[in-house]
């Protein structure tokens, strides 16, 4: 069952690839501005033996993790904070609800005066963006605590902090988890918009290079690099989310008693 | 129920609080990238009268209910089709994973090549953002069709559009609206980079303006605008949604309260 769902999703790449290589080659679309498949790879393969190339790699890569964990722990923080202190949930409600949807972009003009091409306004486009998406889930997961355990708890005589641990924290943790892998996502959405329009060094300013000096193979192979790229965080997240997960019931699945 | 009065100071007492520290903050700014709060909001009425709001807001927000709608129309149709058949959903899975994978604004570039600058690649570029979150979630919740209610609707001799309309499309609902949210955050950025590539109106193309020529006062109430923007879709989208899926938040509500 699993080895015939993957030759078939083998045959529908195989068919999209080759999809790519027909359509310009029977001049269906302008080889100029959608070059075949066969041109797009061998514009991959020059573009990795180039030093430059690895080099933007590493930049969107360091902008990615580095905003991407200063979000996590900001928000894993600041949600727990949150929904522990009296009152504090409620009184930030309405904020929360409020600056959630100001799209980042917004801020690209800011970003641009305060760092220039800096890895700092990568960073503030990044953490903006995928802080609420960690601190949203953490809020939703706290939420979700069973009255009974914690009730449990404080008449065992746990203190906040052992509460957190051991209550809050495991029955938050799904949650956090997928907050991490929404924002894992938006975070590289961002690094790679960031260096598309600031011009912050990494694989977004190569592509606008590659656009306006009409290299078009180039662009199409960078694309699919940021879109492999993508590929690689999503399965990595969702590693990460089995391994933290594994005792719990949504991963391990119904045991047999 | 609380008194209303006591509901009202939670909601109001942290922005109060927010915007009187910036106002406070910032009133004896000289920092010309950090103007005073009174300077800005002194600067918003002047630079948002009708004429802006016609000439930049308007178009920008056609064009994101332009797009938005054909990413819906288009997700929602092929999601119906490839989450229907096991085989065919086996073929695509790949690349649409892929697909998705790709960070939307990398197809400003690409679609500039095709469509040239026009209000055309900017649509189309919102679309191309925004259809693969709707699409992939339609597939889910297709696939993920109650069977005992498929199996019902059929030996009643619900088929065709009827059984698409209130069974598939309605058992799926709830998860092609997680769809739509996240591609309505995606829309608003594509429209936003979509016009500060190339674009001789429009609200990105009005805020880069305004930083390039440092005005910027200026430019922080295009930020403002935009951070009003987003709310306000998102306050729109939350009516429709819970409109139209009061009967499931209504299930859930029951089904929490009796375990």
């Known amino acids: 069952m699993r080895g015939a769902n993957a030759a078939l999703g083998a045959a529908g790449l195989a068919a999209f690839l080759a999809l790519g290589e027909a359509v310009p080659r029977l001049g269906l679309v302008k080889e100029a501005y959608f070059p075949p498949t066969s041109r797009i790879a061998d514009a991959l393969g020059q573009e990795v033996t180039e030093h430059a190339f690895w080099t933007a790699l590493g930049d969107t890569l360091t902008g990615w993790a580095l905003g991407l964990a200063i979000a996590i722990g900001a928000g894993v923080v600041v949600g727990l904070l949150v929904s522990v202190v009296p009152y504090l949930r409620e009184v930030t409600a309405s904020t929360i609800e409020f600056l959630r949807p100001i799209p980042s972009v917004a801020l690209i003009p800011l970003a641009v005066l305060l760092y220039g091409t800096e890895l700092r306004s990568v960073l503030l486009l990044v953490v903006y963006a995928s802080f609420w998406q960690v601190l949203v889930q953490v809020l939703y997961g706290v939420q979700d605590v069973d009255p009974v355990a914690e009730e449990t708890a404080r008449s065992y005589g746990l203190g906040p902090w052992a509460r957190v641990r051991h209550v809050l924290w495991p029955t938050a943790l799904p949650y956090v988890m997928t907050g991490v892998r929404l924002a894992a996502a938006v975070a590289l959405i961002l690094a790679v918009t960031a260096e598309l329009v600031i011009g912050a060094p990494g694989l977004g300013a190569r592509i606008a290079v590659a656009e306006s000096s009409q290299a078009v193979p180039d662009m199409y192979a960078l694309v699919v690099v940021t879109g492999l790229l993508g590929l690689l965080i999503n399965v990595g997240a969702r590693t990460v989310e089995r391994r933290a997960l594994a005792w719990h019931q949504s991963v391990r699945g119904e045991v047999a008693v | ?259």
Request: hydrophobic residues 55%; charged residues 15%.
């Open chain 2, 1 to 259: 129920m609380r008194p209303f009065l006591l509901r009202l100071f939670f909601v109001v007492a942290l922005p109060a609080l927010l915007v009187a520290l910036w106002w406070l903050a910032s009133d004896g700014s000289t920092n010309v990238y950090w103007p005073p709060l009174r300077t800005i909001l002194r600067t918003f009425p002047d630079v948002w009268t009708s004429e802006r709001l016609r000439s930049d807001l308007v178009p920008s927000v056609l064009r994101l209910l332009a797009g938005y709608a054909a990413a819906a129309v288009v997700g929602v149709a092929l999601g119906t089709v490839i989450g229907s058949y096991r085989r065919v959903r086996a073929v695509c899975e790949p690349v649409l994973e892929f697909l998705r994978a790709l960070p939307p604004p990398v197809l400003v570039p690409v679609i500039m090549l095709f469509a040239g600058i026009g209000d055309t690649m900017k649509i189309a570029v919102i679309a191309s953002g925004c259809v693969w979150p709707i699409l992939l979630n339609t597939v889910e919740g297709v696939r993920a069709v109650d069977s005992v209610m498929a199996e019902t609707a059929r030996s009643y001799g619900i088929t065709g559009m009827a059984r698409l309309r209130s069974v598939v499309l309605r058992a799926a609902s709830p998860q092609i609206f997680a769809g739509l949210r996240q591609a309505l955050s995606i829309g608003i950025i594509l429209m936003v980079i979509s016009e500060m590539f190339a674009a001789s109106n429009g609200l990105g193309f009005t805020i880069v303006q305004f930083q390039r020529s440092f005005a910027i006062p200026d430019m922080w109430t295009g930020i403002l605008v935009l951070g009003l923007l987003g709310f306000l879709l998102s306050v729109v989208f939350r009516l429709v949604e819970r409109r139209v899926l009061g009967w499931y938040h209504g299930l859930r509500a029951v089904s929490r309260r009796s375990p």
